[in-house]
């Protein structure tokens, strides 16, 4: 505690992110008593145990790793396979195309965070629905 404020476990810039309406919601997160989980819809990997108190940097990065691995695994076959919108802003990260993906997971890396188990997370349909 820091004059007796209790800190946010995920700031409000995230928070407000992930926290969208759920027509346009494609993400949960998971906070557990020591990690936090983000789970991308469609994502099947393996997503990293976050610290509990998430920096905006490890956030954006774990985000957009999984955000565009799931776009590239269920939407390549696709003429238009790629829904994402370049640039795209997440956190203090501008992402210019689709190859930051090999930067982002060599940057996760480094970190040594532990992995949750696999699944393919799509508790919405969102995913199946947009594949259609």
């Given at each position: 505690?820091?004059?007796?404020?209790?800190?946010?476990?995920?700031?409000?810039?995230?928070r407000?992110?992930?926290?969208?309406?759920?027509?346009?919601?494609?993400?949960?997160?998971?906070?557990?008593?020591?990690?936090?989980?983000?789970?991308?819809?469609?994502?099947?990997?393996?997503?990293?145990?976050?610290?509990?108190?998430?920096?905006?940097?490890?956030?954006?990065?774990?985000?957009?790793?999984q955000?565009?691995?799931?776009?590239?695994?269920?939407?390549?076959?696709?003429?238009k396979?790629?829904?994402?919108?370049?640039?795209?802003?997440?956190?203090?990260?501008?992402?210019?195309?689709?190859?930051?993906?090999?930067?982002?997971?060599?940057?996760?890396?480094?970190?040594?965070?532990?992995?949750?188990?696999?699944?393919?997370?799509?508790?919405?349909?969102?995913?199946?629905?947009?594949?259609?």
């Open positions: 505690m820091i004059y007796n404020d209790v800190l946010p476990r995920v700031l409000e810039d995230m407000v992110m992930l926290q969208s309406s759920l027509e346009d919601r494609t993400w949960d997160w998971f906070l557990h008593k020591e990690f936090t989980v983000i789970r991308v819809y469609g994502f099947t990997g393996e997503p990293y145990r976050l610290p509990a108190f998430l920096t905006p940097r490890v956030f954006a990065l774990e985000f957009i790793r955000r565009l691995c799931a776009e590239e695994e269920h939407f390549r076959a696709f003429k396979y790629f829904d994402v919108k370049f640039p795209l802003k997440v956190g203090p990260f501008i992402f210019k195309n689709k190859s930051a993906l090999l930067v982002v997971e060599k940057l996760l890396e480094v970190m040594d965070f532990q992995k949750e188990e696999k699944m393919n997370y799509d508790p919405h349909q969102i995913i199946s629905q947009r594949r259609q």
